[in-house]
């Protein structure tokens, strides 16, 4: 069998403008941010964006690269407002499809699944659905008759993930404490893009785990890149947590566009290295 | 003992949501209600289950600014959906806003378009509020919170629920509302928000003027409940001994 493993100087070239980009993770947690760290150096735009959002959207709209955001949330946990996200909203910069959290899992599972819609009585009654004559309602065959939701499938051209282990074949472990729904983003996904903490033969993914651990087989991946600190600074349990003082470094330079501009050269515009270096990851 | 605080009549008041209920997750947002439903458990609910709000079911009672030490179960949020659909759950949330029907709006102020306030976004409120039961938590009982009309609904309400038609309005039920001021039902007119207590030393005027909306009331309104001596003892010894409570309800 054959190596999926990308360098990370061929990751730009997966990318191009206008793509559907689903990113796993949750909030501020295990988000692939070296992924969007590259698609940033990219420079693609036009993109829309899946996600339970935290800084992964918060970057990309800040960078001006975004057109459309499918969303269920933006947080960064700690701090309650994704604060370029919020930005970017009052601006009016982006469109967004708003869904609530279980819709936007129904929806990935539908595409992973083909099928054009799955079932759900979520978002009935909200503005979830009020606000957005796309997601329609069908009702029961059966007895019952209720109308439900018929949450249509989102397909993803690209999916990006991060996790704690992957081997070069494409199997990945998730060792934290949630998975979140990273599989369905992999499952909904034309092509899927993992980044680990570290690449290991098979045999080393489950010398300490339960095999259960093995959140992706490789048919759910296409390439695998080796991404030491991949999800800094959200947090990537166990192997670090949150890195609060990048976070509200971060959170800060939302404050006006310079303060952005001097983030943005100093973290974003160098290479991932010089990223680890200058944001001490790894030092914490 | 000494006197008894307004936070710690709020701790009562949560913990009195979950009166009767057996074995559903008992979910809530905030210190206050985290307080509530614990000493409910350590009380009169000792069926009820909890869970550190991330993926773990708590085999223990912890204080409320304490980890667990005892593991009941997992609880990952693929797993927490499934439960939710299942309706093994109360809910106890917040709310940017909330009105006079029971919707509440955790997602942004202002136009959806073009927000003048960005917030949280919908979250699972929508989800929560047709699979189970859900109350509501608000610290700050302002009109700024209790509108008349919300600006986007992530939780359904009484009146948006029954529009939605039976699979809405199936498992939909709101149960109550809590804030420092009071306690609050549906029980008014086609389901609106009617005042059940007033926090003791609060009148019926200074909560009506801090509410968007015109209240239902009986005609005499009742002092809502002091908890009592073990109350306050798992209160201020057991479950919260450095006073968070009072960082949402000031003394």
């Known amino acids: 069998m054959s190596s999926k493993v990308l360098s990370a100087g061929d990751v730009p070239g997966l990318f191009s403008d206008g793509m559907t980009i689903g990113i796993g993770g949750w909030g501020s947690r295990r988000k692939p941010m070296a992924l969007v760290r590259a698609l940033v150096r990219s420079g693609v735009r036009g993109l829309t964006v899946v996600s339970f959002g935290g800084p992964d959207l918060g970057v990309l709209c800040a960078a001006g690269q975004v057109k459309r955001v499918v969303f269920g949330f933006a947080t960064l946990d700690s701090i309650a407002v994704e604060p370029h996200f919020a930005a970017a909203r009052q601006a009016g910069s982006v469109d967004v499809v708003e869904l609530d959290e279980s819709l936007l899992v129904s929806g990935l599972r539908a595409a992973g699944r083909r099928l054009p819609f799955e079932v759900t009585r979520s978002g009935l009654g909200s503005d979830a659905l009020a606000g957005n004559p796309q997601i329609r309602t069908v009702t029961s065959p059966y007895d019952d008759g209720e109308e439900l939701v018929a949450m249509p499938a989102i397909h993803l051209d690209l999916a990006l993930v991060h996790l704690n282990r992957a081997d070069e074949l494409g199997n990945a472990a998730c060792l934290g404490p949630d998975q979140y729904f990273d599989d369905l983003f992999a499952r909904a996904a034309t092509r899927t893009v993992v980044s680990a903490e570290a690449v290991v033969s098979t045999a080393e993914l489950t010398r300490d785990a339960h095999p259960s651990t093995l959140l992706l087989n490789r048919t759910m991946v296409d390439h695998v890149v080796e991404l030491p600190h991949g999800a800094h600074f959200t947090s990537c349990l166990p192997d670090y947590e949150r890195d609060e003082a990048f976070q509200r470094e971060y959170a800060r330079s939302a404050s006006s566009a310079p303060a952005w501009q001097q983030f943005r050269a100093r973290y974003l515009d160098v290479d991932e290295a010089a990223y680890l270096v200058n944001a001490g990851a790894g030092n914490e | ?251």
């Not at chain 2, 009195?16 to 947002?29: V, W």
């Not at chain 2, 085999?59 to 009941?72: E, H, I, L, N, Q």
């Not at chain 2, 659909?85 to 997602?107: F, K, P, T, Y």
Request: glycine fraction near 8%; hydrophobic fraction near 40%; charged fraction near 20%.
């Open chain 2, 1 to 251: 003992m000494s006197e008894i605080t307004r936070a710690e009549v709020a701790v009562a008041a949560c913990s009195d949501l979950f009166r009767g209920q057996a074995e559903i997750l008992a979910s809530p947002a905030g210190i206050v209600p985290t307080i509530g439903v614990r000493l409910a458990l350590l009380t009169h609910a000792p069926d009820l289950m909890i869970s550190d709000g991330e993926s773990t079911i708590l085999g223990d009672v912890p204080a409320v600014d304490r980890p667990s030490t005892v593991s009941a179960g997992y609880l990952p949020y693929r797993e927490l959906f499934e439960l939710i659909a299942a309706g093994r759950r109360h809910v106890v949330m917040g709310g940017a806003q909330i009105d006079r029907m029971g919707n509440q709006n955790l997602s942004l102020i202002g136009d959806h378009a073009k927000p003048a306030r960005q917030l949280l976004g919908t979250r699972a409120a929508a989800t929560n509020t047709v699979n189970h039961t859900t109350s509501y938590w608000i610290a700050r009982h302002s009109p700024r919170t209790f509108v008349e009309s919300v600006d986007f609904v992530t939780g359904v309400g009484n009146d948006r629920a029954r529009a939605a038609g039976p699979a809405a309005s199936r498992f939909h039920r709101l149960h109550r509302v809590v804030t420092n001021l009071g306690v609050f039902d549906f029980s008014g007119p086609d389901g609106g928000m009617a005042l059940l207590s007033a926090h003791p030393g609060v009148s019926f005027d200074e909560i009506q003027a801090a509410t968007g909306f015109p209240l239902h009331t009986a005609e005499t309104v009742p002092a809502t409940r002091l908890p009592d001596e073990r109350e306050l003892q798992l209160i201020r010894e057991v479950l919260d001994p450095r006073k968070r409570r009072e960082d949402e309800v000031p003394a």
